[in-house]
């Protein structure tokens, strides 16, 4: 400790290990951390004494911000049956980052899962491209996410906070599992010891009636289905029952079997028939049944490797015994169903995600924008003064990477806004469109529903009066628009982000954006399913899919914007903010009506 995140002294005492470091090529990790361990070959740099018999060997690789964490977070490892391969404390970031360490350990033989807790993310787009294209359970624990915590992260490691909503949206669309506590990183890491779930599908077997109806609430909760049992598996069951009618819903009670021995035959007869997802054990017991409950487990763990299905168990007993169990057995198993539910759903949703965005890429055509969309944006860039576009520039834009907009044209008069109008049809919107535009509804720049050449003429001298007003000077370069009406307002937008580069928003717009922040993010490109996706998130989305017998509106319309949109953001990192609002979507199409874009 006691360099930038302390004082100008340590800022200055940070600079000079970093001119060192770049002059003979050296990697840093850190300052301010506790440096490695290696579980493997006996390395640990940690100043805190630590025995060996603290930690058990395993798969789980930690990378932490805070040096402290790392030792909270080998003990909750440890006490979880995951085992510790790797830790490092990264501290400052000075030269090495999280993405430089999560590149290495995606490579490394011994490292099964990667686990991380960060206070700020430097090079997020890097760190979630390189979860992506690996084949490991990433897992996330990032904090600082309030300004409360800004604040003592800042004296703290030296972290920046992130947009908290944009780091989650990034984490999700490239498969990166988020946690918010160390219990919900744990639960991660033991979903990750199983096979793979790919689906939704779960089958629930529970000796506690209670515990059964927890896990139905649990199950819905996670977004689980739970398909009903066939009779041919009642049949089998039924003669370890001690009663003769066995209700066959899932969860299944085993309320009234007491031969233990006969949960796996029970389990890998369910397997075999209905082809589960995943299986939960809900098994209370007390000690009389201590050796019979491992012998189960063992075979539990013999059936998941054989049928490759993830069979997670909650033992219901003391403590001492389950936490024991997991180290001696090295098979996960959850004091709670909550737990155990979440982290079935927090690897299958890791799965399935891997999966949907191989679906995404197999299936988009890289004709979806004409060829020359770059080249016409780059010579309309070339061409801007200043860094707040013109919007004529803006729509010119939307049209190289076939955007629709609603018919538009520029007059550098009152006859030629006339003659615009006329060309266009009527009714039309008249908007400033020299510089400064880019406020114009906030100085009385904007005239709406237009319906002669009169009415141009008047809202004219109407617009001339309202900038004067506002000491701006007289307004000769307009735009001429179609006036459209009806339809659902849209926003779409994006801006490039510090640490993760282009990004894309969108909204519902007027009161569901300003007031209910209802928005859904993500890393630009997107797909165009992706797209859809985004629009499906938002609270509001039934207002597009059409309430109370209203139609819905053009999702694949929109979804092709808002493509069209995160192209552009990513072709052009020079742009960093593009709004458009708002969009205008109807039952067939939809149509971009105003737009604004400020340059780097």
């Known amino acids: 400790a006691g360099f930038s995140e302390f004082s100008e002294e340590g800022a200055l005492l940070e600079q000079e290990i970093y001119r060192i470091a770049k002059k003979w090529d050296m990697k840093v990790v850190g300052p301010n951390c506790v440096g490695i361990i290696s579980m493997e070959s006996g390395i640990n740099t940690l100043f805190v004494r630590m025995d060996k018999e ?65 206070e700020s993310v430097v090079e997020g787009r890097q760190l979630v491209e390189l979860t992506e294209k690996g084949n490991k359970p990433v897992i996330v624990y990032k904090s600082n996410t309030s300004q409360a915590s800004a604040e003592i992260a800042k004296s703290h490691t030296a972290a920046l906070s992130n947009d908290d909503k944009l780091v989650s949206a990034a984490f999700k669309q490239f498969g990166v599992t988020r946690v918010f506590t160390f219990r919900e990183l744990i639960n991660a890491g033991k979903g990750f010891n199983l096979p793979p779930i790919r689906g939704k599908n779960l089958a629930i077997f529970s000796r506690s009636g209670g515990q059964g109806i927890i896990s139905v609430d649990s199950a819905h909760e996670f977004g689980f289905d739970l398909p009903v049992y066939p009779d041919e598996l009642i049949e089998i069951a039924k003669p370890f029952f001690r009663v003769n009618v066995i209700d066959k819903q899932n969860p299944l009670d085993l309320g009234t079997v007491f031969d233990f021995s006969s949960y796996p035959v029970i389990i890998e007869e369910t397997i075999k028939m209905i082809h589960p997802d995943a299986v939960l054990l809900i098994f209370n017991y007390r000690r009389e049944s201590r050796e019979l409950a491992r012998e189960n487990v063992l075979k539990f763990k013999e059936m998941a490797e054989k049928y490759q299905t993830a069979i997670a168990l909650c033992y219901f007993t003391e403590m001492e015994e389950v936490h024991a169990m997991e180290r001696e057995i090295g098979y996960p198993i959850y004091p709670e169903v909550f737990d155990a539910i979440q982290s079935l759903a927090l690897a299958r949703d890791f799965y399935m995600r891997k999966e949907q965005r191989k679906s995404y890429k197999k299936n988009t055509t890289k004709a979806l924008l004409p060829f020359d969309s770059a080249e016409k944006a780059k010579n309309i860039l070339l061409n801007t003064t200043s860094k707040e576009l013109q919007i004529d520039q803006v729509l010119q834009l939307c049209e190289a990477y076939d955007l629709p907009t609603a018919p538009w044209g520029i007059a550098n008069s009152e006859q030629e806004a006339i003659q615009v109008a006329a060309k266009i049809g009527y009714p039309v919107v008249l908007k400033i469109a020299g510089s400064g535009s880019i406020h114009k509804t906030d100085v009385g720049g904007v005239a709406l529903n237009l319906n002669n050449a009169q009415e141009i003429t008047d809202a004219i001298h109407k617009i001339q009066s309202n900038l004067i007003q506002h000491g701006l000077e007289k307004e000769s370069r307009f735009l001429v628009q179609k006036m459209v009406k009806g339809g659902r307002e849209i926003i779409m937008g994006g801006k490039q982000d510090n640490a993760f580069g282009p990004m894309v928003l969108c909204g519902l717009g007027g009161i569901y954006a300003e007031v209910f922040q209802d928005v859904s993010l993500r890393l630009a ?24 017998g209203e139609k819905g509106v053009d999702l694949n319309s929109l979804a092709k914007i808002m493509t069209g949109v995160s192209r552009l953001m990513a072709d052009f990192k020079e742009i960093a903010e593009f709004d458009l609002n708002p969009v205008l979507a109807f039952e067939n199409n939809a149509l971009i009506v105003d737009a604004r874009m400020v340059l780097k």
């Open 54 to 118: 603290e930690m058990q060997l395993g798969g789980a690789t930690f990378i932490s911000q805070s040096g402290g964490v790392v030792l909270t977070g080998t003990d909750f490892l440890t006490a979880g049956g995951l085992g510790v391969n790797k830790t490092v404390s990264v501290g400052n970031k000075l030269i090495l980052k999280e993405a430089d360490y999560l590149e290495y350990f995606l490579r490394d033989e011994t490292t099964k899962t990667i686990l991380l807790y960060l």
């Open 525 to 548: 490109p997107v797909y165009p399913q992706e797209a859809l996706e985004m629009l499906s998130e938002l609270r509001g989305a039934k207002y597009l899919t059409g309430v109370r």
